[in-house]
């Protein structure tokens, strides 16, 4: 059963600090990741994807992607009260077809002053 | 870009009511809309996927008998939540895929209460 892991947190860090979040995932032949973000009491919103091995960057974010260990992580630079969040992985699921992505329940991310 | 709209936000409805709740992708052509449920402090649940003009693919466990979805166009589906319990009280979230990135945009959400 394909299954998308993550540290559901919560995870702590000082305003300012570097905020590293992880992610596993089952499904060898995925090939597409996605960070979302999710405020309490909102829907998702997408802030990253990552189909090659490598980083990418994208202002303060940069999402990692480790295919033949099956990781993928999210770090964000100098966080921010405002990052204080659920951030979800979400892994492309290719045995269920039709362009679905399997969710992991998400890692919540306190950034203290 | 890639707003997806939801209506309504809110909504309170007596147990035994049909309520409706429309997706729409505003400025994309979305080829595939996918409805979720997440409960206080849950996970998303993945409820159905919808393609314009054919049925739309249930997933285990999600009645498709209660759950009554419509992808009229290629910028609108519809969730009808027939004969609401409050067991059916939860955030439902429409997402909208447009080609083959697999990027899905969420809308807001609709937050179901059933009295």
């Known amino acids: 059963q394909k299954e998308v892991e993550q540290n559901s947190g919560p995870l702590s860090v000082p305003e300012g600090a570097i905020a590293s979040l992880n992610c596993t995932y089952s499904d060898r032949g995925s090939q597409s990741f996605f960070w979302y973000r999710q405020y309490s009491g909102k829907s998702p919103e997408l802030i990253m994807s990552i189909y090659s091995n490598g980083d990418k960057e994208d202002g303060r974010f940069t999402a990692q992607l480790n295919k033949a260990s099956q990781y993928v992580s999210l770090l964000i630079r100098d966080s921010q009260p405002s990052d204080s969040a659920t951030y979800l992985c979400a892994v492309e699921d290719v045995t269920g077809g039709g362009n679905k992505l399997t969710f992991g329940t998400g890692t919540q991310l306190k950034v203290e002053l | 870009g890639a707003v997806v709209s939801q209506h309504p936000s809110r909504v309170i409805c007596k147990s035994g009511t049909s309520v409706k709740i429309e997706c729409r992708s505003l400025d994309f052509q979305a080829t595939t809309m996918f409805w979720y449920r997440q409960f206080p402090k849950k996970s998303l649940m993945l409820m159905a996927t919808s393609n314009e003009g054919s049925k739309a693919t249930y997933e285990q466990g999600v009645e498709k008998d209660k759950f009554l979805i419509n992808h009229a166009s290629l910028t609108l589906s519809t969730l009808t939540v027939t004969s609401a319990h409050p067991e059916d009280s939860s955030f439902y979230i429409c997402?909208?895929?447009?080609?083959?990135?697999?990027?899905?945009?969420f809308g807001p959400g609709t937050r179901l209460t059933v009295t």
């Open positions: 997402s909208a895929e447009g080609g083959d990135s697999y990027e899905q945009y």
